[in-house]
């Protein structure tokens, strides 16, 4: 295959063509770190894309972020792709690029978990990529203004970009369609994109978007700074200026970070993600997207029914380590305290309305079962609720459409504490339930493979036509404002009308308009983690 850059080969791979760690921009070093990324150099020698390339600069992996079988070889010069594709012929297949999560802080695009191979065989080419994490990809302070951009931020950020650039300038190139550019992503990865739907440099580089678990997320100017100048104190420097940092070892910054964020994290455990710098992200993405940005592009989006049981399990907190009263403090100091109605909204209150919809459907009222069910919400459903619900306004100027799903398919591992969990989706979109390690964490089996086939049949659909209805889900409507309709995807497949509709509406009426930075803007401490931590 030839590229912008120069040629490059893969290999074939069960009848799929396959190229690994393929250079989309220069190694971000020197004076290129905390810049945006350069194109790659013009090379006349074939480069052989046969092994995954370094992933980025990372602390030690983090629950769930590691699958054996992961690279685990750290650069910062990891700024590479990677294609599954069945030819590199003029198919003008659907290309479906997808972006990792793990905080801003973790994870690959060449993790066990998301290997394309078995997407790819649904005839369409699959994406994956590196972007730079944590202090290198998303430190932000007026001292690091970048002339170029005109920001002073958002490195990871630019890498994605730079990727979808990639991608468009070559889909052709690998039997890809670049009309057809489906960017998915989960966690992270969804939120990235959501900001992206807002930023104006995105626009033209994908016509399709999927959120699994996650909304817009960019963090105002201020506590930005104010983390990048804890950073530059650690490290012993007078200010966070690049001049100093790019002099700081890269194991330095890691530890650096690690500090921060496990200390203060300006929102909901990331201190280090996107960021309205001024540059690539003029305004909050919210904003944007509630004044029609990026209306043109078609969305599928949704979260898992128990997104915080997770964290919960992780953090060492169980259905033992809480009662009403330590439930609603928890809710009083680390989400409503962070910005709903200026705190006149109590935690007690909101537990009592969690207490009232829960039992009115019959569904638990442990004081375990509300916490995670009103931080689920709070951090993952509430705002892409209310994405949904924006873009459906914009409806009757633009042709796109959005689409909703819940998945409640749970997990077996541990006892079943885990539920539906964050992440949960994601072996059923690739296909690796087949995975004897991740199945152990999935559940595998027969009912396991047959929701994965009709959830990558629906991926694909989606991907290919805008609208994920197939044989194997039935007709999939749009969400609509007066008919919030959602795809439940788990032991049974069906259309659920605006399920638990008593909680959205309950937050709905105490956050008024969308926009302004979202639900989660104010929020000063390590919520997820304080949440998921069981008391001393």
């Known amino acids: 295959m030839t590229t912008r850059f120069g040629p490059v080969r893969g290999r074939d791979e069960d009848g799929l063509c396959v190229f690994r760690g393929i250079r989309f921009a220069r190694a971000p070093i020197g004076p290129l770190r905390f810049s945006p990324p350069v194109d790659p150099e013009v090379s006349i020698a074939t480069f052989e894309a046969i092994e995954h390339g370094p992933i ?22 990891c700024l ?11 198919g003008r297949r659907p290309v479906m690029v997808f972006v990792h999560g793990g905080a801003f802080l973790t994870g690959s695009g060449s993790s066990v978990m998301y290997r394309g191979e078995l997407l790819a065989r649904r005839d369409v080419v699959v994406v994956t990529f590196n972007y730079r994490l944590g202090v290198l990809g998303f430190l932000a302070h007026p001292l690091l203004y970048d002339r170029s951009s005109e920001g002073f931020g958002n490195w990871g950020l630019h890498d994605q970009i730079a990727a979808l650039r990639w991608v468009r300038d070559h889909a052709a190139s690998f039997g890809g369609d670049p009309q057809r550019v489906t960017v998915f992503g989960e966690s992270a990865g969804a939120m990235s994109i959501a900001d992206l739907l807002g930023v104006p440099a995105a626009r033209g580089l994908f016509r399709r978007a999927i959120l699994e678990s996650g909304a817009c997320t960019a963090l105002p100017a201020a506590p930005a700074a104010r983390a990048a100048e804890r950073i530059a104190a650690l490290l012993g420097l007078a200010e966070p200026s690049r001049e100093a940092l790019v002099q700081v070892p890269v194991g330095e910054l890691i530890a650096a970070q690690q500090s921060v964020t496990s200390a203060v994290d300006d929102g909901f455990g990331m201190p280090f993600r ?21 209306a043109e592009v078609d969305l599928l989006a949704g979260t898992n029914r128990d997104e915080f049981k997770f964290f919960a399990f992780a953090g060492g907190r169980t259905r033992s380590t809480s009662d009403e009263a330590d439930v609603a403090a928890l809710i009083d100091a680390y989400l409503v305290g962070g910005g709903v109605d200026d705190g006149a909204l109590s935690g007690k209150e909101v537990v009592a309305a969690y207490r009232e919809a829960r039992a009115a459907r019959g569904d638990s009222i442990e004081p375990y079962e509300l916490l995670c069910a009103i931080a689920g919400d709070w951090i993952f459903r509430v705002p892409t609720l209310r994405l949904l619900s924006a873009r459906a306004s914009h409806r009757a100027r633009h042709r796109a459409r959005s689409f909703a799903y819940l998945f409640d398919w749970e997990s077996p591992f541990a006892g079943g504490m885990l539920g539906a969990c964050h992440g949960l989706e994601l072996p059923f979109v690739f ?5 004897p390690v991740v199945g152990a ?41 007066d008919r919030r309709q959602t795809m439940v995807l788990g032991p049974s497949i069906h259309l659920v009308d605006a399920p638990y509709e008593a909680e959205r509406q309950f937050f709905e009426d105490h956050l008024g308009r969308y926009g302004q930075g979202g639900p989660i803007e104010g929020a000063t401490t390590n919520t997820v983690a304080i949440l998921a931590e069981p008391e001393a």
């Open 56 to 77: 980025a600069s990372q602390p030690g992996s983090g629950p769930g972020s590691y699958v054996p079988g992961d690279p685990i070889v750290q650069s910062e010069d």
């Open 80 to 90: 590479t792709l990677n294609i599954w594709t069945p030819s590199c012929d003029e």
């Open 274 to 294: 996107p960021v309205v710098d001024g540059g690539l992200l003029p305004r909050f993405p919210e904003d944007e997207i509630a004044d029609g940005s990026s």
């Open 431 to 435: 296909g690796s339930v087949r995975n």
């Open 441 to 481: 964490f999935a559940g595998g089996g027969d009912a396991a493979v047959e929701l994965s086939d009709a959830m990558q049949a629906a991926w694909v659909a989606f991907a290919a036509t805008g609208d994920p209805s197939g044989a194997a889900v039935g007709t999939w409507p749009p969400y609509e404002l």
